[in-house]
């Protein structure tokens, strides 16, 4: 039979809500793993109080590591006990019924024609029910990248592939895995019947352009910076560089127009970007 690990990344969550996801997680995955990169003590001690006994297995770091660390740990932590497959999820992601099995699926039936690295779900925002990409139902797709939440790795492609790139600490981390699996000669798949509830940013803000997820104020500095350091990866395609200097002009434009906290946002893109134009890498200190 073959075993399928769900590994949810946490940071300061609410842990009543935590907990009725990892309930949820539970039905469907042969083992649930929670790791941990909350800085609030309280809430650290509160998670090893409610979790110790199960019903997941609980990896709390000493401190934020960054998505890429918590989700290597989590995901050598699942094939260590003996997964096949692991699903990576954020803490403030949903799944409904049948969502392990039928990606499971898609899976198996594209490794007939394709060496598959990942199969990820048709995300949904949450809030508005809107799809985060231009997809609606149909065959499984070949795609360029894959939103991390959702995602199932094959043990042989994590092995392949390698870990997640943990220098760049947030943002782009998903991104950056499948281009270097597709250079390696895999490919990565969309799922459309497949739907993964997800939360884009804190609130929502409208624009000319329509409503768009207004994410906390440094997480700008990462979504620049990190964009700087693949345009200096040969692997990642010249479009994508391309597309994203145009889409990053426009945010730089009219975020800190249309955008609570403006100013302090641009002063997050320009930090960005000048230390990825230095090629800095880790946390923001």
């Known amino acids: 039979m073959t075993a ?14 935590l907990a009725a996801f990892i309930d949820e997680l539970d039905k469907q995955f042969s083992t649930v793993i929670v790791v941990d990169n909350s800085d609030d003590p309280d809430i650290k001690a509160t998670l090893l109080q409610r979790f110790s006994d199960g019903p997941c297995v609980l990896v709390p770091l000493s401190s934020n590591q960054g998505v890429g660390m918590a989700q290597n740990r989590g995901i050598e932590t699942a094939f260590s006990a003996g997964a096949d497959f692991v699903v990576t999820f954020d803490q ?4 409904g019924e ?6 499971l699926d ?3 039936h594209a490794s007939l024609e ?14 508005t029910g809107e799809n985060y990409v231009n997809v609606s139902e149909g065959a499984t797709r070949k795609v360029s990248t894959l939103m991390s939440s959702g995602m199932l790795i094959s043990k042989m492609a994590y092995e392949m592939v390698g870990p997640m790139d943990t220098s760049l600490f947030i943002d782009l981390v998903d991104w950056e895995w499948c281009f270097r699996a597709r250079k390696k000669g895999f490919v990565v798949m969309l799922e459309p019947s497949v739907v993964l509830f997800h939360r884009l940013g804190e609130s929502h803000t409208s624009t000319v352009i329509g409503a768009i997820g207004e994410p906390l104020p440094f997480r700008h ?3 620049f910076r990190n964009y700087l350091l693949l345009v200096r990866m040969g692997y990642v395609p010249l479009l994508w560089k ?7 002009l426009g945010k730089l434009t009219l975020y800190p127009l249309f955008m609570s906290e403006g100013l302090l946002r641009l002063r997050y893109m320009l930090a960005g970007i000048r230390d990825g134009l230095q090629g800095r890498r880790g946390p923001l200190l």
């Open 221 to 223: 500095y990462y979504a």
């Open 106 to 108: 898609a899976f198996v």
């Open 242 to 248: 391309l597309k994203y200097l145009v889409i990053n």
């Open 114 to 127: 394709h060496t598959v690295a990942a199969v990820g779900p048709r995300p949904v925002d949450a809030a």
């Open 98 to 103: 049948g969502y392990v099995r039928t990606l």
């Open 4 to 17: 399928v690990a769900a590994v949810v990344v946490s940071y300061n969550p609410v842990v009543d809500e």
């Open 92 to 95: 403030d992601s949903r799944i």
